[in-house]
């Protein structure tokens, strides 16, 4: 969880400070570029967060190996 929720701060502050900034003041102009970088970068955290998931946590993990289909064992069928 602590990656997770490390790697939600770390993608994610910069959209919401762009949106602050926007809010907060007038001055701060910024093209329509740094709106969708900073946004890309939000939802490279959807992106990323079923694989951290999948990769730590035992009970995810036994149900997607269980998902993949074992070419062993239809072979040891096959043999006997």
Do not use: E
Request: proline share 5%.
């Amino acid at each position: 969880m602590i990656i997770v929720s490390l790697l939600y701060v770390v993608l994610w502050t910069p959209a919401y400070l762009h949106i602050l900034l926007l809010n907060i003041s007038t001055v701060f102009k910024v093209g329509d570029v740094a709106f969708y970088v900073v946004t890309v970068v939000g939802f490279v955290y959807n992106c990323v967060n079923p694989f951290i998931y999948g990769t730590n946590l035992d009970p995810v993990n036994r149900v997607l190996l269980r998902l993949i289909p074992c070419t062993r064992s239809t072979q040891r069928a096959d043999m006997s």
